[in-house]
Nanobody
């Protein structure tokens, strides 16, 4: 069981920056993958960025060069630094943790935090 709590969302002007935080209820260094997803109105939830326990990162093409995912294992926290924000980045952002036990993948989700980017 992993409880995840996101924070840091808000309203920002285009071109601005925000840093999202995801605090986990337990240590994250043993979790296979931590990720950020987002869901905009009328759209499917999409993967924004992920980071493995080995620090391998993956980004959606639309955010490459603008967003950075990172971990602070000592604080049990994953961050998403978002820069050069665009109105199309507006969405609810969700933290996700994934682990595999006996060949079964488990997913844990935070409640989400709203990011709104104004034109």
């Amino acid at each position: 069981q992993v409880q995840l709590v996101e924070s840091g969302g808000g309203l920002v002007q285009a071109g601005g920056s925000l840093r999202l935080s995801c605090a986990a209820s337990r240590s994250i260094f043993r979790i296979a993958t931590m990720a950020w997803y987002r869901q905009a109105p009328g759209k499917q939830r999409e993967l924004v960025a992920s980071i493995t326990s080995g620090s391998t990162t993956n980004y959606a093409e639309s955010v490459k060069g603008r967003f950075t995912i990172s971990r602070d294992n000592a604080k049990n926290t994953v961050y998403l630094q978002m820069s050069s924000l665009k109105p199309e980045d507006t969405a609810v952002y969700y933290c996700n943790a994934q682990t595999v036990v006996l060949a079964t993948r488990y997913n844990y989700w935070g409640q989400g935090t709203q990011v709104t980017v104004s034109s």
